[in-house]
């Protein structure tokens, strides 16, 4: 399989390029997170972006989407990435639209994905329970026909999510994959109480307490007590996509840093000039091309539903943190003492590298599952 763009894709890359450099730029982050704003991003602007294909590139043409796969969710996310545009692309247009693909039902498809590709309707999918990633370190449990109770951390956009997709444990012991079902659940029920938490990068999480919170067999999301095969095909949606985004951040703070090695003077001589500051950005210009290789044939990987898939999204996750964590630090060294203060952009792009590399896993989980799944 060739790691070049068709043309289709060239053309959507372009206008999302063009889209996310106009209408949300880092500005416009900086912006929200001044105003406190209570949502965390523009509803309209998520409409605007919902009619540009976004909140349904992965949802079939039949259910109201465009259904341009994990390459075009890619290329959306990159783009993201480099403008740090505030969505719930993620997790509404990622996340949920995968869980429903891969265990919903003809009625929860045919309700819940035309609304979600409009941008009518938010998703949060609440899995995580512990504060580092850990997938099948599940306590919250489903008793009887159905009641719901534990604590969801880490639930991206959980806050104004219009529904939530909660794992829950109908069997086992706390940490076996066996014995999951994942459910859907109304916000507004009674028992569910949810608290924001703003992170470190200015964007939404939440804190969901469930307890007691009743639940029909209609709102079972895949197979009873085997829900860890939707899980693991929704986690690794959202790695992939998170690694194209960390690709985007690593590419606009690079980019970022060479106009200004460009533009810098030191003892009257542009600090670019300098040969160790060109070392490292060679170095770095590598890597990030390294990234851009391993992170297009992750997605074309999981659009084809290849059997090395996972194995593909541990790399790229991996390698995708490590280099933004790589290039956002060059990116504060070289800018100097302006670097470090906040009416510069620059810390916005390290802080973001920082949640996005943690969140469902950073390079060393992803390092360890890979030598797993490769049996060792």
Not at 58 to 71: I, Q, T
Not at 76 to 100: D, K, M, Q
Not at 286 to 304: F, G, K, N, P, Y
């Amino acid at each position: 399989m060739t790691l070049v763009l068709t043309d289709d894709q060239l053309m959507f890359r372009d206008a999302a390029k063009r889209f996310a450099a106009e209408r949300a730029p880092v500005s416009q982050l900086r912006k929200l997170r001044d105003d406190l704003d209570p949502v965390g991003f523009s509803r309209t602007l998520w409409k605007e972006m919902a009619e540009m294909g976004w909140a349904g590139v992965l949802a079939p043409e039949e259910h109201g989407g465009v259904g341009f796969g994990f390459v075009g969710a890619g290329l959306i996310a990159t783009e993201v990435g480099r403008n740090l545009s505030a969505t719930p692309l993620l997790s509404s247009a990622v996340l949920a639209v995968t869980a429903l693909l891969r265990g919903g039902t003809t009625a929860q498809k045919e309700t819940l994905l035309p609304a979600i590709a409009g941008g009518d309707l938010l998703i949060a999918f609440a899995t995580d329970e512990c504060v580092r990633h850990a997938p099948y370190h599940i306590a919250t449990r489903c008793t009887g026909k159905y009641k719901l109770s534990g604590r969801k951390l880490h639930v991206l956009d959980g806050h104004i999510a219009d529904r939530l997709i909660v794992s829950a444990r109908t069997s086992g012991d706390t940490g076996s994959r066996d014995g999951i079902t994942l459910f859907l659940v109304d916000p507004k029920a009674s028992g569910v109480s949810i608290t924001r938490s703003s992170m470190v990068d200015s964007r939404n999480s939440a804190v969901i307490d469930l307890r007691d919170v009743v639940v029909g067999e209609g709102d079972v999301i895949g197979t009873f007590d085997k829900g860890a095969i939707v899980l693991d095909a929704v986690l690794d949606a959202g790695r992939a996509v998170l690694s194209a985004e960390l690709l985007g951040v690593a590419e606009e703070a690079f980019e970022r840093t060479l106009t200004y090695l460009r533009e810098r003077e030191q003892f009257s001589v542009k600090i670019g000039t300098f040969q160790a500051l060109q070392h490292r950005a060679a170095h770095l210009f590598c890597e990030i091309e390294l990234v851009r290789s391993v992170v297009l044939r992750t997605l074309q990987a999981l659009d084809a539903q290849e059997p090395t898939a996972s194995s593909l999204v541990c790399l790229s996750k991996a390698k995708a943190s490590d280099v933004a964590r790589i290039a956002t630090n060059e990116a504060v060294q070289m800018h100097g003492g302006i670097g470090m203060t906040d009416e510069f952009d620059i810390g916005f792009f390290m802080k973001r590298a920082r949640a996005a590399a943690e969140t469902f896993g950073d390079q060393y989980y992803h390092t360890d599952r890979f030598a797993q799944l490769s049996g060792y």
